[in-house]
């Protein structure tokens, strides 16, 4: 299927064709039509399928229909996504300046951390669409720095990991403030109990879509996990590194603390690496970004939230030094490689601390990773294989 024929008009298809994009992905050729038609929408997608184009892309074109004549007033704004990190939202809101490059519609990001005042400026003449994290815009609204008054369209961009993060009460507090007649897109990794909870609240009467499994990852994705005991994880990753080859990889630890211990361990071994997580300003978060994309750093390590929402594509590896505690989390992970078809790899260091999250990861996938064994890394504390029916408690 060939772009031009999902009824978007010329500026937009060229600003699509410059970033060399030849045909829309499985999410765009089903989300493009629906949310033209002004119909509401629940959309099953990670990232990497190309979700953020299936939403911004439709937007661009609704809006810019409805944009002659029309003059902004002061602090209102017409399409509000909303999305669990600042780093989503910058992404996000550079995605909606390309594709939206030869249009003259406004947008802007606006997260905690960012400089309210200038903000707030901003919002003074009014914006096409704003993308915020949740806590900054419920914070700009008591401050009645913004109104919702001409909202025409409302997106919860990564609704499951809004919630893990604990962002319901502020969403909620968020739509009330809403008007009853808008369209609402909801995207989501997976649609869990609790994302369609908030979907009958902020999204009824939706039309579904799905373009994963829900219960596979991405099939282009090479995934396998060696065992190693807990003591041997950084010389492991250093003897792969450095055996391997490796040219960039972005590796997921649990903690801050570990986080800059392992970039200490690493460098003592002679890689060169840096690490991103909640403590480090937003300055250098987006410096380690910039270098990590243009390819100048090439080993990064991040605490899983600090890594929600990096756009890298075509990233060869993701190395999970720890398992995530929510199976979820490795999907979301494993979708940062092989994005947008390309192949990548993703490499789980497992010990036996870890079996836990290992068997709820397995049940998830629906099958078995693949192991494989490094010379001169056998384990002490053998880690045995799943069970694959396993439920872990918090979800019986
Ligand atoms: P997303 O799932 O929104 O995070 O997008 C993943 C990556 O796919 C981004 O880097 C996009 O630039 C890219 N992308 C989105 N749509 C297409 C397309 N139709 N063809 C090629 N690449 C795309």
Same mark, same amino acid.
């Not at 499985?26 to 119909?39: D, E, F, M, R």
């Not at 250093?238 to 055996?243: K, N």
């Not at 029916?389 to 019986?396: A, G, L």
């Given at each position: 299927?060939?772009?031009?024929?999902?009824?978007?008009?010329?500026?937009?298809?060229?600003a699509?064709?410059?970033?060399?994009?030849?045909?829309?992905?499985?999410?765009?050729?089903?989300?493009?039509?629906?949310?033209?038609?002004?119909?509401?929408?629940?959309?099953?997608?990670?990232?990497?399928?190309?979700?953020?184009?299936?939403?911004?892309?439709?937007?661009?074109?609704? +809006?810019?229909?409805?944009?002659?004549?029309?003059?902004?007033?002061?602090?209102?704004?017409?399409?509000?996504?909303?999305?669990p990190?600042?780093?989503?939202?910058?992404?996000?809101?550079?995605?909606?300046?390309?594709?939206?490059?030869?249009?003259?519609?406004?947008?802007?990001?606006?997260?905690?951390?960012?400089?309210?005042?200038?903000?707030?400026?901003?919002?003074?003449?009014?914006?096409?669409?704003?993308?915020?994290?949740?806590?900054?815009?419920?914070?700009?609204?008591?401050?009645?720095?913004?109104?919702?008054?001409?909202?025409?369209?409302?997106?919860?961009?990564?609704?499951?990991?809004?919630?893990?993060?604990?962002?319901?009460?502020?969403?909620?507090?968020?739509?009330?403030?809403?008007?009853?007649?808008?369209?609402?897109?909801?995207?989501?990794a997976?649609?869990?109990?609790?994302?369609?909870?908030?979907?009958?609240?902020?999204?009824?009467?939706?039309?579904?879509?799905?373009?994963?499994?829900?219960s596979?990852?991405?099939p282009? %994705?090479?995934?396998?996990?060696?065992?190693?005991?807990?003591?041997?994880?950084?010389?492991l990753?250093?003897?792969?590194?450095?055996?391997?080859?490796?040219?960039?990889?972005?590796?997921?630890?649990?903690t801050?603390? =570990?986080?800059?211990?392992?970039?200490?361990?690493?460098?003592?071994?002679?890689?060169?690496?840096?690490?991103?997580?909640?403590?480090?300003?937003?300055?250098?978060?987006?410096?380690?970004?910039?270098?990590?994309?243009?390819?100048?750093?090439?080993?990064?390590?991040?605490?899983?939230?600090?890594?929600? =929402? +990096?756009? %890298?594509?075509?990233?060869?590896?993701?190395?999970?030094?720890?398992?995530?505690?929510?199976?979820?989390?490795?999907?979301?992970?494993?979708?940062?490689?092989?994005?947008?078809?390309?192949?990548?790899?993703?490499?789980?260091?497992?010990?036996?601390?870890?079996?836990?999250?290992?068997?709820?990861?397995?049940?998830?996938? =629906?099958?078995?990773?693949?192991?494989?064994?490094?010379?001169?890394?056998?384990?002490?504390?053998?880690?045995?294989?799943?069970?694959l029916?396993?439920?872990?408690?918090?979800?019986?």
């Open positions: 299927m060939a772009f031009s024929k999902l009824g978007l008009s010329d500026p937009i298809l060229k699509v064709s410059e970033l060399g994009y030849t045909a829309p992905t499985a999410i765009q050729q089903q989300a493009i039509p629906i949310i033209l038609s002004g119909k509401n929408l629940i959309a099953a997608a990670q990232t990497g399928t190309g979700k953020t184009a299936s939403f911004v892309l439709p937007l661009l074109e609704k +809006l810019n229909a409805a944009h002659y004549g029309h003059k902004l007033r002061a602090k209102r704004i017409r399409a509000l996504i909303i999305t990190t600042r780093e989503l939202a910058v992404q996000v809101a550079a995605s909606i300046s390309q594709y939206g490059q030869h249009l003259s519609l406004t947008s802007m990001a606006m997260y905690g951390g960012g400089d309210e005042q200038s903000q707030k400026q901003r919002l003074l003449e009014g914006v096409d669409i704003l993308v915020a994290t949740p806590g900054r815009l419920l914070d700009m609204a008591h401050q009645r720095a913004l109104h919702f008054d001409e909202l025409e369209v409302l997106v919860l961009d990564e609704a499951d990991r809004m919630l893990d993060m604990g962002f319901i009460g502020d969403i909620n507090k968020i739509i009330e403030r809403l008007p009853a007649k808008r369209q609402n897109l909801l995207f989501s997976t649609i869990s109990q609790d994302v369609r909870y908030l979907a009958k609240s902020a999204v009824n009467d939706a039309m579904e879509i799905s373009v994963s499994a829900n596979s990852a991405t282009e %994705i090479e995934q396998w996990l060696i065992t190693v005991d807990k003591d041997k994880k950084s010389a990753l250093s003897h792969l590194i450095q055996q391997q080859q490796w040219q960039q990889a972005l590796i997921f630890i649990e801050k603390h =570990g986080a800059a211990k392992l970039v200490s361990q690493l460098e003592k071994r002679g890689i060169k690496a840096e690490a991103i997580h909640s403590g480090r300003s937003q300055a250098v978060r987006e410096k380690l970004l910039a270098d990590f994309k243009s390819g100048e750093l090439s080993m990064l390590v991040a605490t899983g939230i600090a890594a929600r =929402g +990096l756009d %890298i594509d075509e990233l060869p590896k993701v190395v999970n030094y720890d398992l995530p505690y929510q199976s979820d989390e490795y999907i979301h992970r494993i979708g940062r490689t092989g994005r947008a078809g390309a192949s990548g790899e993703a490499i789980s260091l497992v010990s036996k601390d870890d079996f836990k999250n290992l068997c709820a990861i397995e049940s998830r996938l =629906g099958h078995i990773i693949e192991r494989r064994e490094i010379e001169g890394f056998a384990v002490k504390k053998v880690v045995p294989v799943s069970i029916n396993f439920v872990p408690k918090s979800k019986r």
